[in-house]
């Protein structure tokens, strides 16, 4: 039971580069989140998902796109990379009712 | 909305109980009070929840008094792994809904030998 995976655990991009981060869980979560966290700061919710083919955006959707095709899997896009986007981004899941899993993290830089 | 207030930081020693306070005034009748705790380049982890009056698991105590407009996270006899930033949210976990769940700057715990 690995919980809640994420891919990459780093990446570097170039202004304008696209790329899309992995999100795995293995707990029959209904429910999973993309969040980022800036230096110093609390968890934003940037899109979160209450079941497969099922998105919506939260609090800083702008810049980001997302798809939940399976279950397990969260998908977090960037078309066009911004500096701004520089943060670590961090992934969960839970059941209706429960408190949520966070992921590892993915570390991102956009230079 | 609930939106919570905590101190930024404290510092404890060795030992000690530490109780960390969070306000939330604006809490509603379906919110549920959460505490994650959060080492650095790791997720939050989940420590406890309530509803009211008080909870107890093996790792901390979570005190509400009746009119819910505060909780205080109580930590045990902390060691030096304590050291950490702890989160209180206020939110429905059954509701859909998940932007109505807000993350604050939670409140930096030092723990010194």
């Known amino acids: 039971n690995a919980g809640v995976t994420q891919t990459p655990k780093f990446r570097v991009l170039k202004t304008g580069q696209s790329m899309t981060l992995l999100c795995a869980q293995d707990m029959n979560h209904e429910y999973m989140y993309w969040y980022r966290q800036d230096p110093g700061m609390g968890l934003r919710l940037i899109h979160y998902?209450?079941?497969?083919?099922?998105?919506a955006k939260g609090e800083v959707p702008d810049g980001y796109n997302v798809s939940r095709l399976k279950k397990q899997n969260f998908l977090l896009g960037l078309e066009s990379a911004a500096p701004s986007q520089t943060s670590v981004y961090f992934c969960a899941s839970k059941f209706d009712g429960g408190s949520e899993f966070f992921g590892p993290g993915t570390r991102l830089t956009v230079l | 909305l609930a939106k919570t207030t905590q101190p930024i930081s404290m510092d404890s020693y060795e030992g000690q109980e530490v109780n960390i306070t969070c306000s939330h005034n604006n809490i509603a009748t379906n919110d549920y009070i959460t505490w994650y705790q959060q080492f650095p380049s790791q997720g939050p982890r989940f420590i406890i929840q309530?509803?009211?009056t008080k909870v107890t698991n093996e790792v901390a105590s979570l005190f509400i008094p009746a009119d819910r407009k505060s909780s205080t996270l109580s930590l045990p006899r902390v060691s030096l792994s304590d050291t950490a930033v702890y989160y209180c949210l206020v939110g429905d976990p059954w509701y859909s809904s998940a932007s109505k769940i807000i993350f604050g700057s939670g409140t930096r715990l030092s723990i010194r030998p």
């Open positions: 998902s209450v079941g497969e083919g099922t998105t």
């Open positions: 309530g509803y009211k």
